[in-house]
């Protein structure tokens, strides 16, 4: 086992397996990187987290960060409270909490209403609950099918537009990037919400959370964080601050920006196959399979995520952070493949399975560990155990079994 150290911008890096801390410090700097089996880096400076560790798992095939959030503080009455992270993603910036970001005073503004998102919503789930009532004559193919293109349509938004377009939380080769942009593409949240309007939006809700800068405010009440906000035009706050994100990093990713220009036709063409399917090849009647597999089907998909946005921010616990909104919801955490744990991702947003833990009611960290198996995914970024208990005791609501 090799100990290799490296300068990184803002951290002295040091490659050992565990027990990390107590040997970081003992052993000699030096520069250079090693193919070896597990790695750690000591941050430059230490906090009462304990002291500030990266560390990075990883092998020829896959790669796994672990690392404790540098935090530059404000005072905020009593207790000090985290502004950003530690440069574990020297790329990504634009999905860190930003808290001196606040609402100006004044009424809100008019709603301007999208006719053509409103008919489109409201056709599809009146063909949903039509869907409903043929579910009992429908062939058992039928479902297994819906389940099956929901969950490969599911990890589009999930492992892809979310965890690693948005937050870049892990990293994906060649194979699984045209996947999950295919899968996203099965997934059409809404006829311009492609992958990089849709992480635009995202990281403006974490920099602005709860404010009219956040696309989906909670504070505006649960139908309009659910889907309401699809239905009218952006708040300017969105627009002004979300126009001025940094998104360089999609706008370089030539499968991202193909999919935005090809984004109607494709979503359009996607969403005929599922009525085609099965009635092609199981003999599924044309009726049953546009309002089960088509309509039920989608709409189930839409508020299944679109839970992330209401209920996981207004019904839950906020263990990791009681001063954000966003909550721990395992329900959503059923439906929506492992995105339910929200107080802990927006708390750690860069840590590639938005919660503390892996496995666990989570089947979008169960994918990317199995990609990463197959070496097509790495350098999984992962906060470590000490920072998450640092913050909980520092910030945390009592709910967590640690306190
Ligand atoms: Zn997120
Ligand atoms: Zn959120």
């Given at each position: 086992?090799?100990?290799?150290?490296?300068?990184?911008?803002?951290?002295?890096?040091?490659?050992?397996?565990?027990?990390?801390?107590?040997?970081?410090?003992?052993?000699?700097?030096?520069?250079?990187?090693?193919?070896?089996?597990?790695?750690?880096?000591?941050?430059?400076?230490?906090?009462?987290?304990?002291?500030?560790?990266?560390?990075?798992?990883?092998?020829?095939?896959?790669?796994?960060?672990?690392?404790?959030?540098?935090?530059?503080?404000?005072?905020?009455?009593?207790?000090?409270?985290?502004?950003?992270?530690?440069?574990?993603?020297?790329?990504?910036?634009?999905?860190?909490?930003?808290?001196?970001?606040?609402?100006?005073?004044?009424?809100?503004?008019?709603?301007?209403?999208?006719?053509?998102?409103?008919?489109?919503?409201?056709?599809?789930?009146?063909?949903?609950?039509?869907?409903?009532?043929?579910?009992?004559?429908?062939?058992?193919?039928?479902?297994?099918?819906?389940?099956?293109?929901?969950?490969?349509?599911?990890?589009?938004?999930?492992?892809?537009?979310?965890?690693?377009?948005?937050?870049?939380?892990?990293?994906?080769?060649?194979?699984?990037?045209?996947?999950?942009?295919?899968?996203?593409?099965?997934?059409?949240?809404?006829?311009?919400?492609?992958?990089y309007e849709w992480a635009r939006d995202h990281r403006a809700h974490h920099k602005f959370s709860e404010t009219h800068a956040d696309p989906h405010n909670s504070r505006r009440g649960f139908f309009f964080s659910h889907v309401g906000w699809l239905l009218v035009r952006k708040h300017p706050a969105v627009k002004e601050k979300g126009g001025k994100l940094d998104m360089s990093d999609l706008k370089a990713e030539k499968l991202v920006m193909f999919q935005r220009r090809c984004y109607k036709p494709a979503v359009t063409l996607i969403f005929i196959l599922p009525t085609l399917v099965p009635w092609h090849f199981w003999g599924e009647t044309f009726r049953h399979s546009l309002l089960i597999s088509t309509f039920l089907r989608?709409?189930?998909?839409?508020?299944?995520?679109?839970?992330?946005?209401?209920?996981?921010?207004?019904?839950?616990?906020?263990?990791?952070?009681?001063?954000?909104?966003?909550?721990?919801?395992?329900?959503?955490?059923?439906?929506?493949?492992?995105?339910?744990?929200?107080?802990?991702?927006?708390?750690?947003?860069?840590?590639?399975?938005?919660?503390?833990?892996?496995?666990?009611?989570?089947?979008?960290?169960?994918?990317?560990?199995?990609?990463?198996?197959?070496?097509?995914?790495?350098?999984?970024?992962?906060?470590?155990?000490?920072?998450?208990?640092?913050?909980?005791?520092?910030?945390?609501?009592?709910?967590?079994?640690?306190?």
């Amino acid at each position: 086992m090799k100990h290799i150290w490296a300068n990184t911008r803002h951290s002295q890096q040091v490659q050992l397996c565990i027990p990390f801390k107590s040997r970081v410090r003992k052993e000699p700097r030096r520069a250079g990187w090693s193919d070896d089996t597990c790695t750690v880096s000591q941050a430059s400076q230490e906090q009462d987290d304990g002291p500030l560790a990266t560390r990075v798992i990883s092998s020829k095939r896959s790669t796994t960060t672990i690392t404790n959030p540098h935090s530059w503080r404000q005072q905020d009455g009593e207790e000090e409270m985290p502004l950003q992270a530690e440069d574990i993603r020297p790329e990504m910036r634009e999905d860190i909490y930003d808290p001196t970001y606040q609402d100006e005073e004044g009424p809100p503004p008019k709603l301007e209403y999208v006719w053509r998102n409103i008919i489109l919503m409201a056709l599809l789930h009146v063909g949903a609950l039509c869907g409903i009532t043929l579910v009992p004559s429908c062939k058992v193919y039928t479902c297994l099918f819906g389940v099956f293109y929901n969950m490969v349509a599911g990890l589009g938004i999930t492992a892809g537009a979310h965890r690693l377009w948005s937050h870049r939380t892990y990293k994906a080769h060649l194979p699984l990037r045209i996947f999950l942009i295919i899968a996203n593409t099965m997934a059409f949240q809404a006829l311009d919400n492609d992958v990089y309007e849709w992480a635009r939006d995202h990281r403006a809700h974490h920099k602005f959370s709860e404010t009219h800068a956040d696309p989906h405010n909670s504070r505006r009440g649960f139908f309009f964080s659910h889907v309401g906000w699809l239905l009218v035009r952006k708040h300017p706050a969105v627009k002004e601050k979300g126009g001025k994100l940094d998104m360089s990093d999609l706008k370089a990713e030539k499968l991202v920006m193909f999919q935005r220009r090809c984004y109607k036709p494709a979503v359009t063409l996607i969403f005929i196959l599922p009525t085609l399917v099965p009635w092609h090849f199981w003999g599924e009647t044309f009726r049953h399979s546009l309002l089960i597999s088509t309509f039920l089907r989608h709409v189930i998909l839409l508020n299944f995520t679109w839970l992330v946005n209401s209920a996981a921010h207004l019904y839950g616990l906020r263990p990791y952070d009681r001063g954000i909104g966003a909550r721990e919801n395992p329900l959503v955490s059923l439906a929506s493949l492992g995105e339910g744990f929200h107080n802990y991702h927006h708390a750690f947003p860069y840590d590639y399975s938005v919660s503390e833990y892996r496995w666990h009611i989570n089947f979008t960290t169960f994918f990317i560990d199995c990609m990463a198996a197959l070496g097509l995914a790495y350098d999984r970024k992962r906060v470590s155990k000490a920072a998450v208990l640092a913050r909980i005791k520092r910030t945390g609501d009592g709910s967590h079994k640690s306190s």
